[in-house]
C-alpha cells in the first residue's frame, strides 16, 4: 500500500474518531472549583445529613461541629461471605456568615469471606441441590462462612476516600432548586423613611444617552420569530432577584416592539405603583425622576424578594427610552399586596383576561416567578394552589421557563427556624432548563408542552444578582469568613 493510501486511511479514521465524541451536557462538566452555597454552613450541614438519612445511613457526630461521618454500611455480595463496607465523611467551610462549602467524601472497605480463595466451587452446587431436597450427605461442606460483622479494629484505621461528585451535585439541587418566595406584605403600615441621600454613581445613566441609528435592539434573538403572532400571551417564569432575566425580557419586548407589533410588559409590581410608574415612563429619566419612583412603598419594603431589585428597575428606564425611541410598548403593573396564595394569583388572572379583551391584538409579555406560570393546577407543596397561568383565557398562550446556568441571585427564604431571611441565593438548574453559559440569548419551543404546561424555554446564562434598587452598594460584597474559635491548649487543628 503506498504512503498516500495509509495517509488518507489515517485521516478517514481520525476523522470517524473525532466524530464519536457526544455532546457536551451540563451532566458531564467537571467543576474546576469549589462551589460555595449561599447559606450558613449550620443550615448546609443540616440538609446534608437529611441527605444521607434519606438514604439509609445512620449518622456518626465528631467533636468538630463542622465535621460528621455516617456508620459503615454494607451491602452483601450473594453467597460469597465476601462485603463491601461504605461510609461517608463529610466537612464544612465556613467562608462568611452566609456562604459555606461542603466536601463529601466516600470511602469504602471490601472484607473477605472464608472461601475468597477456591478455585474448584463443585460444593455449591451440590449444597444447593441437597437445600432443594432438604436432604443432609456425611460429607456436606455446608455454606461458606462470613466474618464478623461487628466493629472491626480495620474499619477505624486510615482509609483513602475519593470526593463524591454525585452526591454533592444532589445536595447542591436540594439546597439551590428551591422556587422563588415572594413577600407579599398587605396593608402594614410602616415607619417613614428619611429622604435618601444618593451620590452620583447610583443613578441609572441611559437618560443621558443620545438616540442611536441602530436603534435602541441588538441583535435578533433566536427563536422569537416562531412564537411571535398578534394577540400572543408570553408569560415567562424567572427566578426572582436575577440580573440576566429582566435584560433579556427587555430585549424581547424591544424586538417585539421593533417588528410594529404592540406589546405591553407586565411585571409583578402592585397596581398601586401604576401611576407612579406612569409619571416616570412620560419623565426625562433624570435623578430626580428616579428618586421619584423608588419613593413608592413596593421599593422600601422591609424584605426585598427580587421584584423591587436594580435589574427591574432598569428595566422600567429601558422602557422609557423605546416609547423615547417611538416603540408601541406599555408597561402594566398587574400584582397585588393584599392578598396571597390561589386569590392573589386569581386577581393577576382577572387582570389579564380583562386586558385582553380590551386589547385583543396585543403582544403581551408577563414577567412571573416561575410557580405563577404553571398552566396545571397545584404544586408539590400546595395540591389546593390554583396559578395564574391556569386561569389565563387567551386563545395563544405560550409559557416559556427560564433556561439558565448555575449561578446566584438575590432573594428571601426561610431560615432553619423558620425566620425570613433575604440575600444572595444559589441558582442550580436541573432538568430540561439546565444550560452551559456563555450562549446567547434565545428561545427554544417544545413539540409538546410538559407535565407542568410550559412550551418551551428562554435562555438567559448565568445568573447574576441584582441587589434590591435602593440599595446603594450595587455589587453582591464579598464573603467575609468568621474568626475560628480560640484554640485551647494541645488541641490538634480540624481535618480540612
Known amino acids: 500500500m503506498s504512503f498516500r493510501a495509509l495517509a488518507m486511511c489515517w485521516l478517514f479514521w481520525a476523522t470517524c474518531v473525532g466524530c464519536a465524541h457526544g455532546p457536551r451536557t451540563v451532566e458531564s462538566e467537571t467543576p474546576k472549583f469549589e462551589h460555595v452555597f449561599q447559606k450558613p454552613l449550620e443550615e448546609a450541614l443540616a ?24 456508620k459503615w454500611k454494607t451491602h452483601d455480595r450473594g453467597d460469597t461471605g465476601n ?34 480463595n ?25 455454606p461458606p462462612l462470613r466474618m464478623a460483622r461487628g466493629e472491626r479494629i480495620e474499619l477505624r484505621t486510615l482509609t483513602n476516600g475519593t470526593r463524591d461528585l454525585d452526591l454533592e451535585r444532589e445536595l447542591t ?3 439551590e432548586s428551591t422556587p422563588s418566595l415572594e413577600v407579599v ?11 435618601a441621600v444618593r451620590d452620583s454613581d447610583f443613578y441609572l445613566t441611559r437618560w443621558k444617552d443620545e438616540a442611536s441609528e441602530a436603534g ?27 440580573r440576566e432575566a429582566p435584560a433579556v425580557v427587555g430585549e424581547l419586548v424591544c424586538q417585539v416592539a421593533e417588528a410594529g407589533l404592540p406589546v405591553a410588559l407586565g411585571l409583578s409590581i402592585p397596581r398601586t405603583e401604576q401611576e407612579r410608574v406612569d409619571r416616570y415612563l412620560a419623565s426625562a429619566g433624570a435623578p430626580s425622576d428616579q428618586d421619584a419612583l423608588l419613593e413608592g412603598r413596593f421599593w422600601q419594603r422591609p424584605y426585598q424578594d427580587g421584584r423591587s431589585s436594580r435589574a427591574i428597575m432598569d428595566l422600567i428606564d429601558r422602557v422609557r427610552a423605546m416609547r423615547m425611541a417611538g416603540l408601541s410598548v406599555t408597561l402594566l403593573a398587574y400584582d397585588t399586596d393584599l392578598a396571597g396564595g390561589s386569590k392573589r394569583d386569581g386577581l393577576q388572572a382577572a387582570f389579564w383576561n380583562q386586558r385582553r379583551e380590551a386589547q385583543r391584538a396585543e403582544v403581551q409579555v408577563i414577567l412571573a416567578g416561575n410557580t405563577h406560570t404553571r398552566t396545571i393546577a397545584g404544586t408539590p407543596w400546595d395540591q389546593d394552589f390554583t396559578p395564574m397561568a391556569h386561569l389565563l383565557k387567551s386563545r395563544h398562550l405560550v409559557v416559556l421557563e427560564m433556561s439558565y446556568a448555575q449561578g446566584t441571585r438575590w432573594g428571601c427564604d426561610l431560615d432553619r427556624e423558620g425566620k425570613l431571611q433575604c440575600g444572595l441565593i444559589g441558582s442550580t438548574p436541573s432538568g ?25 424555554m428562554l435562555y438567559v446564562g448565568a445568573l447574576s444578582p441584582s441587589l434590591p434598587a435602593i440599595s446603594k452598594q450595587q455589587e453582591a460584597p464579598l464573603p467575609v469568613r468568621p474568626p475560628l474559635p480560640p484554640r485551647r491548649d494541645g488541641e490538634k487543628p480540624p481535618m480540612f
Open 47 to 70: 440538609v446534608t445529613r437529611q441527605l444521607f438519612t434519606s438514604r439509609g445511613y445512620a449518622i456518626e457526630e465528631t467533636t468538630d461541629p463542622t465535621q460528621f461521618l455516617t
Open 83 to 116: 462485603d463491601r463496607y461504605v461510609r461517608f465523611v463529610v466537612t464544612g467551610i465556613s467562608v462568611g456568615p452566609r456562604q459555606s462549602v461542603v466536601r463529601i467524601f466516600r470511602m469504602t472497605f471490601n472484607a473477605m469471606g472464608n472461601d475468597v
Open 118 to 142: 477456591q478455585v474448584d466451587n463443585w460444593w455449591r452446587i451440590e449444597y444447593i441441590y441437597y437445600v432443594l431436597h432438604d436432604v443432609s450427605p456425611f460429607n456436606d461442606q455446608g
Open 173 to 175: 439541587l436540594r439546597l
Open 185 to 195: 406584605s398587605g396593608n402594614v403600615r410602616e415607619e417613614p423613611r428619611p429622604k
Open 216 to 242: 435602541p435592539c441588538g441583535e435578533a434573538m433566536r427563536g422569537l420569530p416562531e412564537v411571535l403572532d398578534l394577540g400572543l400571551t408570553l408569560l415567562v417564569g424567572e427566578q426572582l432577584g436575577s
Open 432 to 456: 430540561k432548563v439546565a444550560a452551559l453559559p456563555g450562549l446567547s440569548p434565545s428561545i427554544t419551543s417544545f413539540d409538546t408542552p410538559t407535565p407542568e404546561g410550559t412550551h418551551g
